[in-house]
């Protein structure tokens, strides 16, 4: 199976900064198909996940253009710029390039 | 509005069976990919299966394979997960999903 490794495990912010989560996985994530299907999503306490990025880079509908999701390859990239408390939660990438489909572990965002 | 609402979570016994639901809403079902996902009470998120728009194809976790089945009914707009010979292991949260949305999520507890 991929794995998804996620860093920092926890990341301490303070609102208005920007925040790097790195999600690295076990194996290139380029599909036959040439996509590379890796995802972002962020879980709110209390909540159920919702997708952020798809596709590497492409915001979901209704996301803010302050997430920006970037890489290739196995090396993958979420930056929130100007951090605001509603972006507060548990942020997971998940890969559905290759069976079976695999999350990362998650990356705390919390204040400082 | 999408709206994805589970059921039939409960208390079982090891080596029972249940079967749950997920009523779709606000969308064609019928033209949709649907997935279950799974959160165990150490948080951890994971994939279980999918399902092909027509029903006629089936991917699952190896986790789960041969003991869960996953079924749709389109005519109902409704998802099915078929759970047997459950083990403690699978005590978690258990949500429907499609791209990009999420339903609240149903607890299913696997204990004597």
């Known amino acids: 199976d991929v794995v998804l490794t996620q860093t920092p495990v926890a990341q301490p912010v303070t609102l208005g900064d920007q925040a790097s989560i790195s999600c690295r996985s076990s194996q290139s994530l380029v599909h036959s198909n040439g996509n590379t299907y890796l995802e972002w999503y962020l879980q709110k306490p209390g909540q159920s996940p919702q997708l952020l990025i798809y596709?590497?880079?492409n915001r979901f509908s209704g996301v803010p253009d302050r997430f920006i999701g970037s890489g290739s390859g196995s090396d993958f990239t979420l930056k929130i710029s100007r951090v605001e408390p509603e972006d507060l939660g548990v942020y997971y990438c998940?890969?559905?390039?290759?069976?079976?489909?695999?999350f990362g572990a998650g990356t705390k965002l919390e204040l400082k | 509005e999408v709206q994805l609402v589970e059921s039939g979570g409960s208390l079982v016994q090891p080596g029972g069976s249940l079967k749950l639901s997920c009523v779709a809403s606000g969308f064609t079902f019928s033209n949709y990919w649907m997935d279950w996902v799974r959160q165990t009470p150490g948080k951890s998120l994971e994939w279980i299966g999918e399902?092909?728009?027509?029903?006629?194809?089936?991917n699952y976790a190896p986790s789960i394979k041969d003991r869960f089945t996953i079924s749709r009914d389109n005519a109902k707009s409704t998802l099915y997960l078929q759970m047997s010979n459950v083990k403690s292991d699978d005590t978690a949260i258990y949500y429907c999903?499609?791209?990009?949305?999420w339903g609240q999520g149903v607890m299913v507890t696997v204990s004597s």
């Open positions: 999903t499609r791209t990009g949305s």
């Open positions: 998940f890969q559905a390039t290759h069976d079976p489909y695999t």
């Open positions: 399902i092909n728009t027509d029903g006629s194809k089936t």
């Open positions: 596709k590497v880079s």
